[in-house]
Nanobody, 128 residues
Framework: QVQVVESGGGLVQAGGSLRLSCTAS????????MGWFRQAAGKEREGVSC????????RYADSVKDRFTISRDNAKNTLFLQMNSLKPEDTALYYCARRQYTYCSRSSWINADEYIYWGQGTQVTVSS
């Protein structure tokens, strides 16, 4: 049984930092490309970042580039998202998911339809 669990969210002031974690069980984590998504209230789910199985290839949404860093520890079946210089517009429910394809394709990595095994999400709230 596949289980994906996000953690690390919380309330932080603008300019602050948070580190999200995502643990996955029931699958061969180190073979899988993974992604982070977020969904703000009243908005569609949007891609935040993607990382290849080895960690050698990453993608970021323009809105988070140079502020967020995705990484992974395959030995611990864990995915991370380090978020710095947080802004109120980063407030959302953050999810991780397994990408169905091997690579973080430049044209489609942000497509939520290309991911499976979603967690329940962890809430990030940034106050101004």
């Amino acid at each position: 049984q596949v289980q994906v669990v996000e953690s690390g969210g919380g309330l932080v002031q603008a300019g602050g930092s948070l580190r999200l974690s995502c643990t996955a069980s029931g699958l061969t984590f180190d073979d899988l490309t993974m992604g982070w998504f977020r969904q703000a209230a009243g908005k569609e789910r949007e891609g935040v970042s993607c990382i290849s199985w080895s960690g050698s290839s990453t993608r970021y949404a323009d809105s988070v580039k140079d502020r967020f860093t995705i990484s992974r520890d395959n030995a611990k079946n864990t995915l991370f998202l380090q978020m710095n210089s947080l802004k109120p517009e980063d407030t959302a429910l953050y999810y991780c998911a397994r990408r169905q394809y091997t690579y973080c394709s430049r044209s489609s990595w942000i497509n939520a339809d290309e991911y499976i095994y979603w967690g329940q999400g962890t809430q990030v709230t940034v106050s101004s």
